[in-house]
């Protein structure tokens, strides 16, 4: 299978092949740029929620989804200069979560980098994801881009060290979704400042493009859809001519334009959330831009995986997305309007309702 090609009009007739061959549980982006000897691309995995059980025993849907976006990003053409995790590659932060983890993610052929997610980080803080993958927030510069990695999953000193009797307890509180025992994420002051301090030297006109695990804005606070330092970051990228926001966690498809910065979610291997406004919670809170998943099923479990081509030719972005089982998407930058849309179901009458369990 070859579902990455560089031209628009290859695009799709890969697009096709791939879904006719079954898509790909993971992200693959391209950056594009006038020269074209800058252009280069990068594959993106996120939200494996690797799960222990017992001794060498892990629920295995959940690996299978990991082992199947190795194994697919090894076969890409052309290859995918690095890859990015986007965070949640264990699901209670365990060493023998992220040790398999990190083992299933060993077999790329890439450099990879990696984003902090909460699952991987309330048990120890983030000790042992450190001696496996390095600093919780860094920088690089790649042909022309640079590139940010924040932990946006820290949250307030008195909840993360003063309430809870274990550290296992902790864990457990913020990895529910709808807890209302937990504490919204934030990047903190100290990130912040180090932020600013990278930014600075890096001149305005240079795109760049943060990952976080948390959506850099306040969608839904009530999972944790949020980060609550949401403005002060959006503050200091706001001198930037082009900003491009990747963020996981969500597990589904979001996108979103504040001011000059481009917000995109990407897809999880393990399973999908669904939209809080599939459960008519919070309508009013999800941004005006983002439309409803159109999941035809929100209780199947692959429904709302996949994987999608991210295209900045122009200096916006332009999201190519390939859901299992689902109508291909297209989230593309409007000239028109000055906003990213769906180009598919923009159009409520377009728009498949959600199936209703009862
Ligand atoms: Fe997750
Ligand atoms: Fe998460």
Redesign the pocket.
């Known amino acids: 299978m070859n579902p990455i090609v560089p031209s628009r009009r290859d695009f799709l007739k890969g697009a096709a092949a791939a879904a006719a061959a079954g898509v790909v549980p993971m992200s693959f982006v391209k950056l594009a740029f006038a020269d074209p000897a800058q252009d280069f691309t990068f594959a993106y995995i ?2 494996a ?1 690797i799960q222990h059980i017992s001794g060498t025993k892990f629920v295995r849907n959940w690996d299978r989804g990991l082992i199947r976006a190795v194994a697919e990003t090894n076969l890409l053409t052309p290859k995918p200069d690095f890859v990015m995790f986007g ?2 590659l264990g699901q209670l932060g365990m060493k023998e979560e992220l040790d398999h983890g990190a083992e299933i993610m060993s077999k790329l052929r890439y450099k990879t980098h990696y984003v902090m ?3 991987d980080y309330y048990l120890d803080l983030g000790e042992y994801w450190s001696k496996l993958f390095g600093p919780h927030w860094y920088s690089f510069d790649h042909k022309g881009v640079h590139f940010v990695v924040l932990n946006s999953v820290l949250t307030y000193d008195d909840w993360t060290y003063n309430k809870w009797p274990s550290a296992q307890e902790r864990m457990l509180q913020m990895a529910g979704l709808d807890n209302p025992n937990g504490s919204p994420f934030m990047v903190g002051e100290k990130q912040r400042a180090w932020l600013k301090a990278d930014l600075d030297k890096v001149a305005k006109t240079t795109p760049v493009v943060v990952f976080s ?1 948390s959506p850099l804005q306040k969608l839904y606070k009530g999972w944790n859809f949020w980060t609550e330092d949401a403005e002060e970051v959006q503050a200091i990228l706001k001198p930037f001519d082009k900003v491009n926001v990747i963020y ?4 589904q498809i979001q996108y979103n334009q504040i001011g000059n910065i481009s917000f995109n979610a990407v897809m ?1 291997t ?1 399973w999908p ?1 669904p939209y809080p406004n599939s459960y008519a919670q919070a309508q009013h809170t999800m941004p005006v831009l983002t439309v409803p998943m159109n999941r035809a099923d929100p209780f199947f479990e692959r429904d709302a995986t996949g994987w999608q081509f991210i295209d900045v030719h122009t200096g916006r972005v332009a999201l190519k997305y390939n859901l299992y089982n689902n109508t291909a998407r297209t989230v593309a930058w409007n000239p028109a309007t000055g906003k990213p849309e769906d180009t598919v179901f923009q159009d409520p009458a377009k728009r498949i309702p959600p199936q209703v369990h009862y």
């Open positions: 996120s939200d929620h965070g949640d997610g909460e699952h695990h996981g966690h969500v597990h999880a393990a959330w």
